[in-house]
């Protein structure tokens, strides 16, 4: 059983690159396109932290971001810390994969306001006592048409919009398809049908892959 990967470039490839290390078949079929958007920075005096959910909007912030860079950074999980000391950040905080638990440290370290970065369609960050001010720098403009490799495949699901899209695309070849969800929200956009399910047990890249691993080895 193969597994096909539908989050943008360049996780995709990333993903694909730990996929084949553990020996799986990997198909990279991204879902979105990355792309930045005109944005126009604040004065960065009236914050005391940046938070950032998501490598992309380090990585598609541009010269707006530069003015921020002294700024502690929180950001969600190693791979959006990685993107953010090589944007140019020079005091990261990696934090827990989860923005709402990424605020709550934010927050339990003094900050009150904040700067977040963020994708057109995001969540939404707040916290008693805190300030924060959401930005969108990049967008993610879907694909059109349905991957075209979908038999025996597992696909696995990075987050909830992805799943929402794939199973638009899906249509009525949904109960074919068996699928790895990074956590039960992922799962629940996904919606029911199926042919299976399964959640990993922590939001995260490594966790996801951990269980498509066990499902391929034991044939779903």
């Given at each position: 059983m193969r597994v096909l990967i539908l989050r943008p470039q360049p996780g995709a490839d990333e993903t694909a690159a730990r996929a084949r290390a553990l020996g799986l078949d990997a198909v990279v079929a991204p879902l979105f396109e990355i792309q930045?958007?005109?944005?126009?920075a604040p004065d960065p005096a009236g914050f005391d932290a940046v938070l950032l959910t998501s490598a992309h909007a380090a990585r598609c912030g541009g010269d707006g971001m530069t003015p921020f860079f002294e700024l502690?950074?929180?950001a969600?999980?190693?791979r959006t810390a990685a993107a953010a000391w090589?944007?140019?950040f020079t005091d990261v905080r990696p934090g827990p994969s989860d923005g709402g638990a990424?605020?709550?440290l934010a927050a339990g370290d003094g900050v009150r306001n904040a700067l977040h970065p963020c994708g057109e369609q995001h969540f939404s960050l707040s916290h008693p006592g805190m300030s924060v001010m959401a930005i969108p720098v990049y967008s993610a403009a879907p694909v059109e048409t349905m991957p075209a490799e979908l038999d025996d495949i597992l696909a696995l699901l990075h987050s909830p919009r992805a799943a929402a899209r794939f199973a638009a695309l899906a249509g009525a070849r949904l109960g074919e398809?068996?699928?790895a969800a990074i956590s039960a929200q992922a799962a629940a956009a996904a919606g029911p049908g199926w042919a299976s399910v399964d959640i990993a047990e922590a939001p995260r890249d490594s966790a996801l892959l951990a269980l498509a691993a066990k499902l391929c080895q034991r044939g779903g």
């Open positions: 930045p958007l005109a944005w126009t502690p950074c929180y969600v999980g190693e090589e944007a140019g990424l605020i709550a398809i068996r699928i």
